[in-house]
């Protein structure tokens, strides 16, 4: 599926999921805007990118929670490249806790990663995609924007939220020729889940092979993660999906753990 000629920006991109769907969108033409809180990062992966397609990555320090930053950011892909046709608000931690031990610096601190940068971006985009009669916006959602996990409070509050406000967007942008849309993996095997496996051994007072074996992968018809690469090529599916009767839409990539 080609994006030539098209600007993406993708957030958390300097490692995991998002430099996974950055390599893969470059990889289709697109240029590609790598955000992320740590520039270093950013421009570490860029030049990876770069490596293999000349021209094709631009690292950009964004921290999503920050409108300052996240306006900034935008602008200077605007600047570099004249516009933002595709953006996938990929940037995400993990915090797991039981409710009653949750701190609430923790919850706002998850929600302001995952939501509110969501709308953040998203706000910042769209007068650009609107001016050019197109755009595309993926959220990184999760399985977890469909089912909840013990510990996880936030996070599925968040990824549940964001059905919620790429619908809205759907709705909005349609008329305008902006699709929104919604990518639920499973788990992924990234620094981020592998940050989650000793913490819910210690919660649940199990294994971290039992952690593996029944919280992550017990729900999954094969007993497999889903990979990086599954989830670009979902990623690359809704950006080059040709018109609007995809959108307001979500897609589960599970292995099975979720089929809601």
């Not at 080609?2 to 991109?13: C, E, M, Y």
């Not at 919620?164 to 990234?190: D, M, Q, Y």
């Not at 497999?224 to 599954?230: G, H, L, Q, Y």
């Amino acid at each position: 599926m080609p994006l030539t000629n098209t600007i993406s920006l993708i957030t958390g991109a300097a490692s995991g999921i998002g430099f996974g769907i950055a390599r893969r969108f470059a990889r289709a033409g697109s240029r590609v805007a790598i955000a992320d809180l740590r520039l270093d990062a950013a421009e570490a992966a860029a030049a990876a990118i770069n490596a293999d397609h000349p021209g094709a990555a631009l690292a950009v320090a964004m921290d999503v929670s920050d409108e300052a930053q996240v306006n900034a950011g935008v602008a200077h892909v605007v600047a570099a490249w004249g516009g933002v046709d595709i953006l996938v608000s990929n940037a995400g931690i993990q915090i797991v806790n039981p409710v009653e031990a949750f701190a609430f610096a923790d919850w706002k601190k998850m929600l302001a990663i995952h939501l509110d940068g969501a709308f953040l971006t998203s706000k910042a985009v769209l007068p650009h995609m609107y001016a050019k009669g197109a755009g595309t916006i993926l959220f990184m959602g999760s399985v977890h924007s469909k089912e909840a996990s013990p510990l996880k409070s936030a996070y599925v509050t968040a990824k549940h939220g964001l059905l919620g406000l790429s619908r809205v967007i759907a709705k909005e942008g349609g008329p305008r020729g902006v699709r929104s849309n919604v990518i639920c993996p499973g788990f992924v095997r990234t620094p981020l889940v592998d940050k989650q496996i000793p913490e819910q051994a210690k919660e649940l007072g199990i294994s971290e092979a039992e952690v593996v074996k029944k919280v992550m992968l017990g729900q999954t018809v094969d007993g497999e993660f889903t990979t990086v690469d599954d989830i670009a090529e979902v990623a690359l599916f809704f950006a080059a999906f040709p018109s609007n009767a995809l959108t307001g839409q979500s897609l589960t990539a599970s292995h099975g753990w979720s089929m809601t």
